[in-house]
């Protein structure tokens, strides 16, 4: 019962965290609108796979050794900055095309969604030092085994996949909202201008 209780904390933590709108949520709605929730697998897993990597370091100890490391971080911080700032610009001046186009689909590479989710994931540092602060909280002597570790990593990324396919799902509805008003050529702005404000918060943010 213990342990049950246990895994139910570390499931509604880490899930209450992550489900938070933030750069890869509303990258994942965006793909999910654009894109289509089939397509968006491919976004949700380039997330997912980042956030076990940064679990990883956290867990290994080298997630202290980085966040401690003033340059090592900052030259993180910005190059995260930087790539959300350029995201942002590319998604303002981009069409968007919502209506159901299976041709489009087709020319669409499944490894660039991959790719653009990885990045924005694995280049904000404010995630590892998240991890580095939360998995104490879930070791100790009585659980440090390689199993724990790898438990602890595994469930995270099947959260933070669910997550981001739960915003890419919610924007089937949007799609049908959007395609029904004008509201489909201002998206790209709105969400482009979401991304440049997370990139300027980014570089300007502490700790």
Same mark, same amino acid.
């Not at 209506?99 to 590892?128: C, M």
């Not at 739960?166 to 979401?194: H, Q």
């Given at each position: ?60 100890? %080298?997630?202290? *050794? $980085? ?6 971080? !900052?030259? /993180?911080?910005? +190059?995260? &900055? ?69 438990? %602890?990593?595994? *469930? $995270? ?6 997550? !981001?396919? /739960?915003?890419? +799902?919610? &924007? ?36």
């Amino acid at each position: 019962m213990e342990d049950l209780n246990f895994w139910i904390v570390y499931v509604f933590t880490v899930f209450v965290a992550s489900i938070i709108p933030g750069p890869s949520m509303i990258l994942a709605l965006t793909h999910g609108i654009k894109h289509g929730s089939r397509l968006s697998l491919y976004t949700a897993f380039g997330n997912s796979i980042a956030s076990m990597i940064q679990a990883s370091i956290a867990i290994t100890g %080298l997630g202290i *050794i $980085l966040t401690t490391s003033t340059t090592l971080f !900052m030259i /993180i911080k910005y +190059i995260g &900055a930087l790539y959300l700032i350029y995201l942002g610009i590319k998604l303002f001046k981009t069409p968007f095309h919502i209506k159901e186009n299976i041709q489009n689909k087709k020319k669409i590479k499944k490894i660039k969604l991959f790719k653009e989710a990885f990045i924005v994931a694995s280049s904000n540092p404010k995630a590892l030092v998240f991890f580095t602060a939360l998995f104490p909280q879930f070791i100790n002597e009585n659980q440090n085994s390689f199993l724990h570790y790898f438990l %602890l990593v595994l *469930i $995270l990324g099947i959260i933070a996949f669910a997550c !981001m396919m /739960i915003y890419s +799902i919610s &924007a089937n509805s949007i799609k049908v909202l959007f395609n029904k008003t004008s509201l489909t050529n201002y998206f790209g702005k709105i969400i482009g201008s979401l991304f440049v404000n997370f990139g300027i918060g980014l570089a300007f943010s502490r700790r």
